[in-house]
């Protein structure tokens, strides 16, 4: 991706590259911090990444949808960890919305309402991590 914006890099992926290849893209721009909300939004209406039905795909783009404050991500998201009961993609994606401030409610009672569809290691994991984030979350204020 050197010299390319994330926008370019996506765009140049999406139209020659495999889904394998796409999802690097899209986890490479999450961990590089180096897209912006306008991003995000206009490679939605681009290529309807939020539609997208391969998993690792649209875990990649909720993940990075998520960090950037995409509101329309959040029912996605939600619908997908609801389905979605692998703990590769559940776990990050839930994480990811119970340190959203405006959003973690949201994702909390999706969570305890489904809970009982997930496998245990899994909803244990899940448990975990929303109590460290409510630690956190009562020591900062």
């Known amino acids: 991706l050197p010299g390319q914006n994330s926008q370019e890099a996506v765009v140049s ?16 721009l999450h961990e590089r911090d180096s897209a912006t909300l306008g991003t995000v939004a206009t490679l939605d209406k681009l290529f309807s990444f939020s539609a997208y039905k391969n998993c690792d795909i649209l875990a990649a783009w909720c993940r990075l949808a998520i960090k950037v404050r995409h509101k329309p991500i959040v029912p996605v ?3 997908f960890v609801t389905r979605q009961g692998r703990m590769k993609y559940v776990r990050p994606i839930y994480r ?3 340190a959203w401030p405006e959003q973690s ?5 999706a969570f305890n309402e489904k809970k009982q569809f997930y ?11 929303l109590q460290s984030i409510l630690v956190s979350q009562e020591r900062m204020g």
């Open 13 to 28: 992926t999406q139209s020659t590259g495999t889904p394998q290849q796409v999802k690097a893209v899209l986890t490479l």
């Open 77 to 79: 998201a939600l619908d």
């Open 96 to 98: 990811d919305l119970f």
């Open 105 to 109: 409610a949201r994702a909390v009672n």
């Open 119 to 129: 496998m245990g290691i899994c909803r244990s994991m899940v448990t975990k991590d």
